[in-house]
């Protein structure tokens, strides 16, 4: 079993919706937790980096982790056509990452 | 912003060479990483690196070897390419400190034929 299990997708919403991407954990050793996105032959471009359980929202996004279920989950309101992107969660401790396997996201205009 | 470069983002090489992935990061950081991505696997870690000259094995280091002489040069080596490591490599990088997050370059695609 994997250690970050993520929710595989695709997945497929209009313009404007409201996104929601969902991973689960298995490690309670994890300390940190990330979302990265990735755009088609780009690299993984990091969105959010949380140590704490709660919410981080920065503009659109909004990360919120749940350390007592081990949930790990990224809002996006206002979807845009620009968010199609594979999106991956992560979780770290003592200096390793490990990835969950990616979600793919199309918001169609 | 931080800059990881990776020195080709396509490259085809032929079974049993000796293949060299180069990355240089411009923000003076201490950690480098090696990852391959395929499709279903997720990313794995092949190497890092916290120092000059020190390394460490990742998840799947068999096959590979790395090289880091000077700080902000990271270098991914096959020494004997085979099929089954056709793959996107990753490189990133990360500041001093076991939790700081990872910042990546766009990827070497690797095909072995």
């Known amino acids: 079993q994997k250690e970050v299990e993520q929710d595989p997708g695709p997945l497929s919403v209009p313009e404007g919706a409201i996104v929601s991407l969902n991973c689960t954990y298995s490690?309670?050793?994890?300390?940190?937790f990330m979302w990265y996105r990735q755009y088609s032959r780009k690299g993984p471009e990091l969105l959010m980096y949380t140590y704490s359980s709660g919410n981080k929202e920065d503009g659109r996004f909004t990360a919120q982790v749940d350390k007592s279920s081990k949930y790990i989950s990224l809002f996006i309101r206002d979807s845009q056509p620009s968010d199609s992107a594979t999106y991956l969660c992560g979780a770290g401790e003592a200096g390793k990452s490990t990835f969950g396997d990616g979600t793919t996201l199309t918001v169609k205009p | 912003d931080v800059k990881v470069t990776q020195s080709s983002r396509y490259l085809v090489k032929r079974t049993g060479e000796k293949v060299f992935l180069e990355c240089v990061q411009d923000?003076?950081?201490?950690?480098m990483f090696w990852y391959r991505q395929d499709p279903g696997l997720g990313l794995r870690l092949i190497y890092f690196?916290?120092?000059?000259?020190?390394?460490e094995k990742g998840d799947i280091p068999e096959g590979y070897s790395v090289s880091r002489e000077k700080k902000e040069r990271f270098s991914l080596i096959l020494e004997s390419a085979s099929t089954n490591q056709t793959s996107m490599y990753l490189c990133?990088?990360?500041?001093?400190?076991?939790?700081?997050?990872?910042?990546f370059g766009d990827g070497t695609r690797l095909s072995i034929l």
């Open positions: 923000m003076d950081h201490e950690n």
């Open positions: 490690n309670s050793a994890f300390q940190y």
């Open positions: 990133a990088s990360s500041s001093e400190g076991w939790d700081q997050p990872q910042h």
């Open positions: 690196s916290y120092d000059v000259k020190m390394k």
